[in-house]
């Protein structure tokens, strides 16, 4: 893989600027999300616009791994507790997470909107994810694209299992992250050598072909609809 043949000191090897991706981090962390008076599509514009360059594409999978990660850890930690309350074992197969949700949705919350870094799925997430399709064809640059895509497919199970099972209001902020999602897993692996098979919450959101309402952020009526099979077979199957 050339990500591998640059860090072993290939002739076209990257410099990042490891202290410049620690402040973009910190700027991303502090400046936006939940807390910002901003509206979430006007955070996910400046993030990404800070989010340029190499560097910036780092960052960029920083975010996407480090909220993988803490959202696992967040259901783990919800599965131990359940356990310890009422004896009944729950599996966290960061492969697929439907299952655990199909068992215990109404038990469970979703991690996503309480995550230890603070980022938020509808700021830093949606504009992290986007950053990453952005320059798809330049991540192997910088990175193992495999892991970057896994943690992605992941994200997305989060996120879809979150509206089915999790009580999450599907919006026009969900659904913009749904479809940066899609759209960039989508760019990622065409432009990966080797791709990782394609999970089975994937799979199987593909077998279907059901339109979901998307709500105005703001109020209770219906503004449009998506359908994440269709956008899945359109955008996953190159």
Same mark, same amino acid.
């Given at each position: 893989?050339?990500?591998?043949?640059?860090?072993?000191?290939?002739?076209?090897?990257?410099?990042?600027?490891?202290?410049?991706?620690?402040?973009?981090?910190?700027?991303?962390?502090?400046?936006?999300?939940?807390?910002?008076?901003?509206?979430?599509?006007?955070?996910?514009?400046?993030?990404?616009?800070?989010?340029?360059?190499?560097?910036?594409?780092?960052?960029?999978?920083?975010?996407?791994?480090?909220?993988?990660?803490?959202?696992?850890?967040?259901?783990?930690?919800?599965?131990?507790?359940?356990?310890?309350?009422?004896?009944?074992?729950?599996?966290?197969?960061?492969?697929?997470?439907?299952?655990?949700?199909?068992?215990?949705?109404?038990?469970?919350?979703?991690?996503?909107?309480? #995550? %230890?870094?603070?980022?938020?799925?509808?700021?830093?997430?949606?504009?992290? +994810? /986007? $950053?990453?399709?952005?320059?798809? =064809? *330049?991540?192997?640059?910088?990175?193992?694209?495999?892991?970057?895509?896994?943690?992605?497919?992941?994200?997305?199970?989060?996120?879809?299992?979150?509206?089915?099972?999790?009580?999450?209001?599907?919006?026009?902020?969900?659904?913009?992250?749904?479809?940066?999602?899609?759209?960039?897993?989508?760019?990622?692996?065409?432009?990966?050598?080797?791709?990782?098979? #394609? %999970?089975?919450?994937?799979?199987?959101?593909?077998?279907?072909?059901?339109? +979901? /309402? $998307?709500?105005?952020?703001?109020? =209770? *009526?219906?503004?449009?609809?998506?359908?994440?099979?269709?956008?899945?077979?359109?955008?996953?199957?190159?």
């Amino acid at each position: 893989m050339r990500w591998l043949r640059q860090l072993l000191g290939g002739g076209g090897r990257i410099q990042l600027d490891a202290e410049r991706q620690q402040t973009l981090l910190h700027d991303a962390r502090h400046r936006y999300g939940a807390h910002a008076r901003i509206r979430f599509p006007e955070q996910v514009e400046a993030i990404t616009g800070m989010l340029d360059g190499d560097g910036g594409l780092v960052v960029a999978a920083q975010i996407v791994n480090q909220v993988a990660d803490e959202a696992h850890g967040d259901l783990q930690a919800q599965a131990h507790d359940i356990h310890l309350r009422t004896g009944r074992r729950l599996v966290v197969n960061r492969r697929n997470y439907r299952p655990l949700w199909k068992e215990a949705g109404p038990a469970l919350r979703w991690p996503l909107f309480a #995550l %230890p870094s603070g980022f938020h799925p509808y700021a830093q997430v949606t504009a992290a +994810v /986007a $950053v990453v399709g952005r320059q798809a =064809p *330049r991540v192997d640059r910088v990175t193992d694209p495999n892991p970057l895509l896994t943690r992605m497919f992941e994200v997305l199970d989060l996120t879809t299992a979150g509206w089915e099972y999790g009580q999450v209001r599907v919006d026009t902020h969900a659904a913009t992250l749904a479809d940066r999602l899609i759209s960039s897993t989508g760019q990622l692996l065409t432009a990966t050598d080797d791709p990782p098979r #394609l %999970p089975p919450p994937v799979r199987e959101l593909m077998r279907r072909n059901n339109t +979901v /309402a $998307v709500h105005d952020p703001n109020g =209770p *009526r219906p503004v449009g609809g998506i359908n994440l099979g269709a956008m899945l077979r359109e955008r996953l199957l190159v």
